[in-house]
């Protein structure tokens, strides 16, 4: 089952969407089967209305065990490609057959091997499933409102601080945000460096339609170094 658009958007205004990924080589990667349902299923409890995930054995088995709607991507690395977030339409046909929710990509403007730009990449995606709901992962305001004049459904501040041209902050981007907000008419997610509580509340106060974290509650490796840090320093 499929959600519809007006469906999730209504429940996840005003709250915190929950990204459960693990990738080959971290603790909680396990090659044998997904485990990431099991952190959905606690991000559920939490009262969590949507989550977001990598890999398409990770999209079916929280569908499958949460019964929310779920943002589906798939991080591939190709050769030429700067992006790796659902960068071809090979990862959007499987995303679409895996009944992903939204579909989320990169919508950076940065180099594409295929020698299409992003614009003609997401007319390319438009034409072959006119009702996929569209989640623009941007660094940059320029990139946001570039990817809405395209036609995406929503943009996410995922990528800020992780291109080499976006601003190198050691917290959330709100500047970003708070700019998005006074250009483009569809949801802003705030993504990228929330990781306390307090940062997440402060978000929302400053208007983003929802946030989502991720590291901050589903990476224990990154959440237990940021602490040695700090006891260490």
């Known amino acids: 089952m499929r959600y519809k658009k007006e469906d999730i958007f209504k429940d996840i205004k005003g709250t915190m969407i929950i990204s459960c990924q693990a990738l080959p080589g971290e603790p909680l990667y396990v090659e044998e089967k997904s485990i990431m349902y099991l952190m959905a299923r606690a991000a559920k409890r939490a009262g969590a209305k949507c989550i977001r995930t990598n890999s398409i ?3 079916i088995a929280i569908k499958e065990e949460t019964n929310l709607p779920v943002i589906g991507l798939i991080k591939q690395v190709y050769e030429g490609y700067d992006s790796y ?18 579909v989320a990509l990169d919508c950076t403007l940065r180099t594409r091997g295929d020698g299409t730009t992003i614009n003609e990449y997401i007319a390319q995606i ?4 006119p009702d996929i709901v569209l989640m623009a992962d941007i660094s940059t305001y320029e990139e946001a409102v570039n990817a809405w004049k395209c036609g995406v459904d929503m943009i996410s501040t995922t990528m800020s601080g992780y291109t080499p041209y976006s601003p ?6 709100y500047a970003l945000v708070k700019r998005l907000l006074e250009t ?4 802003v997610i705030a993504e990228g ?3 306390s509580p307090q940062q997440a509340r402060e978000m929302l106060d ?3 339609y929802a946030i989502v974290v991720g590291g901050a509650i589903t990476r224990p490796l990154e959440i237990a170094e940021r602490f040695m840090k700090a006891i260490n320093a």
């Open 85 to 102: 977030i659902t960068p071809t339409m090979k990862e959007i046909d499987a995303l679409v057959e895996a009944e992903a929710d939204i």
């Open 184 to 187: 483009v008419d569809i949801p």
């Open 57 to 59: 054995r990770d999209v």
């Open 168 to 173: 190198k902050v050691d917290g959330p981007d």
């Open 193 to 195: 460096k929330i990781h």
């Open 126 to 129: 438009k034409e072959k499933y």
């Open 206 to 208: 400053a208007g983003a």
